[in-house]
């Protein structure tokens, strides 16, 4: 069983920045994708950012060119570096996890709070 552990959220004012991580635990298959998703009150969890085992990455068009994602696969942690943000960022975001080889996995994280407000 893996289990997902994030951490870095809070409260933080428009254009100030937060550094979300993402701590793997446990026997992790590869190939596989990282991701971060988030979801704000009332609407749809989406996906915000991913990246694979071969560290190539993709992120939404909302948050391009100020957030950032990475990963080290010899922690097997993630990372999102949020820069400029604002106030349509709050939402909890989720890390998830999930398998692109024969034996299919997927797993979440519990969620951290972003809150960007003056």
């Known amino acids: 069983q893996v289990q997902l552990v994030e951490s870095g959220g809070g409260l933080v004012q428009p254009g100030g920045s937060l550094r979300l991580s993402c701590v793997a635990s446990?026997?992790?298959?590869?190939?596989?994708?990282f991701a971060w998703y988030r979801q704000a009150p009332g609407k749809e969890r989406e996906l915000v950012a991913s990246?694979?085992?071969?560290?190539?990455?993709n992120s939404a068009d909302s948050v391009k060119g100020r957030f950032t994602i990475s990963r080290d696969n010899a922690k097997n942690t993630l990372y999102l570096q949020m820069n400029s943000l604002k106030a349509e960022d709050t939402a909890v975001y989720y890390c998830n996890l999930y398998g692109l080889g024969p034996i299919s996995y997927r797993y979440w994280g519990q969620g951290t709070q972003v809150t960007v407000s003056s």
């Open positions: 990246v694979n085992s071969g560290g190539i990455a």
């Open positions: 446990g026997r992790i298959l590869r190939p596989n994708i």
